[in-house]
C-alpha cells in the first residue's frame, strides 16, 4: 500500500445509489481526488448490498466501479465535464465483504476528443484487488445528462465527520 496526498473532495448527491445521502439503499460513498489525478472512493457495504451472505452484489462492485472511473474525468473538469458510461467491462477476482469500509481507485487512461478511457479496483481491507474495470464514457455537461436544473439540493459538498489529508491504498 502507498499513501495518497488528498487535494480535494468531491460533491455527493441527494438520490443517487453510488453516492446518495438521502438515499437508504445507497452505498454512501465518499470521492476524494489524490496529487496524482486518481479519485479514491471510500465506502462500507451494507445488508441491502447484498448477494451471497455476508457478500456484496456484484451488481455493486459495477456501480462503485462506473461512478469511480466516470467521476475521475472530475479531477481535470471539475463540474464543467461529467462521464456517461459507453462501456463497462469488470473482472471478479475475490468476493467482496459487507461492514468492511473498502476503498476504490479509478483514473482516467486516455482522452481523445469527446470520448475517455479509464480503470478503476476495488481494494479490500489487507490491500488485495477484488475487482477491476475498464471503462469508456463519453463527456458531457450536466444540463445535457439532467433535464431542468441540478440544483444545491442534489449535489453537494459533504463535510466529513474527520477531515481526510491522505489515503492508504
Not at 496529487?35 to 441491502?48: I, R
Not at 451472505?53 to 469511480?68: C, T, Y
Not at 445528462?145 to 459533504?158: A, H, R, T, V, Y
Request: aromatic share 8%; net charge negative.
Amino acid at each position: 500500500m502507498k499513501k495518497h496526498s488528498i487535494k480535494s473532495k468531491q460533491n455527493n448527491s441527494k438520490n443517487c445509489v453510488v453516492c446518495g445521502i438521502g438515499n437508504d439503499l445507497s452505498l454512501k460513498a465518499r470521492f476524494y481526488e489524490t496529487e496524482n489525478d486518481e479519485l479514491v472512493a471510500l465506502f462500507t457495504p451494507q445488508e441491502h448490498h447484498q448477494s451471497y451472505p455476508n457478500i456484496m452484489h456484484g451488481g455493486m462492485s459495477s456501480a462503485i466501479l462506473d461512478e469511480v472511473i466516470g467521476r475521475a474525468i472530475m479531477s481535470k473538469y471539475k463540474d464543467q465535464v461529467w462521464g456517461v458510461t459507453v462501456e463497462l467491462n469488470l473482472r471478479y477476482k475475490k468476493p467482496v465483504p459487507l461492514y468492511k469500509e473498502l476503498k476504490v481507485v479509478g483514473r482516467i487512461t486516455k482522452e481523445r476528443g469527446p470520448i475517455f478511457e479509464g480503470t478503476g479496483e476495488i481494494f479490500l481491507p489487507n490491500g488485495e484487488v477484488a475487482v477491476t474495470a475498464t471503462g469508456k464514457y463519453l463527456k458531457m455537461s450536466i444540463d445535457k445528462i439532467s433535464p431542468g436544473e441540478f440544483s444545491d439540493s442534489e449535489w453537494f459538498l459533504m463535510e466529513d465527520e474527520s477531515e481526510v489529508h491522505t489515503i492508504d491504498v
